[in-house]
């Protein structure tokens, strides 16, 4: 699938054939089984808060499948045969996940366990890798305690997952009553606060008026009243989107008085050491403990990639759209 200018996602996207992509220097072939549809990968094709970045795209950033050919120089990447999961394929690239074939850099692939479906590798890319930077880019989690807003969603059902995983001795998550609050409590949450609540009320009872360590944030501006009244001495909010209000004005004086961090987490140009941290704490998950919950709201073949964005634009969606480019 590919797109030449930008818009709707069913008046853009079109289904048809390229040359099999050759992988460069450094980089490896991947055979695509599944593909993940983020919401960032909507916002490039339809133009929102991106230009048309190359003249001709094939959509979607992660992805999971097959090692099929190496690149000179790509000789420490799994072999090929080897499953794998990948991230940003289609970031500062033209070739996405949306087709049979894509090339990537070595260090955007990671092992997929056996026993790992490839439709939830796909699910893995830009939700965990987020969900993993903002828990550990301050230290390790051990005998910390962690809120999750939004827990219900994408990177938040990661963040409650991975803080259980990296020792956090509270976990408390956000999300509205129904398959949101079930999903986040069904990761690990061991507290889920409607977001109808007084939650900063609630979190301060839970964590027995001390407040929290960790923050992980999805809406920086709309939650901000939160946020900034939860906060323990010396912690850090970590937001990755800031929909509700994007210029929040935040009360200093009572975060300089706490030494609290605010850090903001955008994946693909975080440091390299951390995201190939991130992979390879991921793939230690998955080969850990009980079965990990990966959350497919629904699958796509590739001729219906269209159909597959506009499910992701619709919202409400309980965890990521995946489309099968071999299906």
Known sequence: MFYDRQG???EVLRFGEAPRPEPGPGEARVRLVASGVNPADCKRRAGQGYGM?????IPNSDGAGLVDALGPGAEGTPPPGSRVWLYNAQRGRPFGTAAEFTCVPADCLAPLPEGVPFEAGACLGIPAMTAHRCLFADGPLSGLSVLVTGGGGAVGNYAVQLARWGGAALVLATARAGWQAEDAQAAGAHAVIDRGE???ARVMEASGGR?????VEVDFGGNAAVWSAVLANNGVVAAYASG?????A?????????NVTVRTVMLNNAPLAARRQAQA????WLREGPPRLHRIAGTFPLAQTATAHAAVEAGGKRGTVVVLPTG
């Not at 935040?250 to 706490?258: E, N």
């Open 281 to 284: 704490d991921i793939v230690a």
């Open 8 to 10: 709707a996602a069913a």
């Open 250 to 258: 935040i009360p200093f004086p009572s975060l300089m008085r706490r």
């Open 53 to 57: 970045e190359f003249p001709r795209v």
């Open 244 to 248: 509700g209000d994007p210029a929040p």
């Open 211 to 215: 407040g929290v360590d960790r923050v």
């Open 198 to 200: 007084d939650v900063a």
